[in-house]
């Protein structure tokens, strides 16, 4: 496969739909793909748990969190552009959306932070 560089969503789009076309055989339906972009959100969820929480790989499995991802963006990348959605308007929206709503919202973030390691700290020290 052709070298791929840094990617614009818009050429995102356009790679996952040649490859549907072309590879792929066509889309699966819109929930089709809602269901796969859940089961592979449940694969990200996996990836999390045994790198960042408490559970641990069973004998074989690796860490690939990165294509997990991969396989999320994809998804998502798919659902768009059978659905008319245009990721790279639709983000700027977002992101714009984000900033005027939560401008002052997580301000207190640091503190809240520190609030509950401390309750965390009690509670740990009342159980010894
Ligand atoms: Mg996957």
Do not use: C
């Amino acid at each position: 496969m052709k070298e791929l560089g840094e990617i614009t969503l818009t050429e995102l789009q356009r790679i996952v739909d040649k490859w549907i076309k072309e590879i792929g055989h066509g889309y699966f339906s819109p929930l089709t793909n809602m269901a796969v972009l859940t089961e592979e959100t449940g694969e990200v969820a996996r990836q999390m748990s045994r790198l960042y929480g408490d559970q641990t790989f069973k004998p074989g499995e690796t860490a690939n969190l990165a294509d997990e991802l991969a396989d999320v963006v994809w998804v998502v990348a798919a659902i768009a552009n059978q659905t008319g959605v245009d990721l790279t308007e639709a983000l700027r929206r977002n992101l714009e959306k984000k900033t005027i709503r939560d401008l002052h919202r997580h301000e207190h973030r640091g503190a809240v932070a520190e609030e509950a390691i401390n309750r965390e700290i009690k509670t740990t020290d009342n159980k010894e």
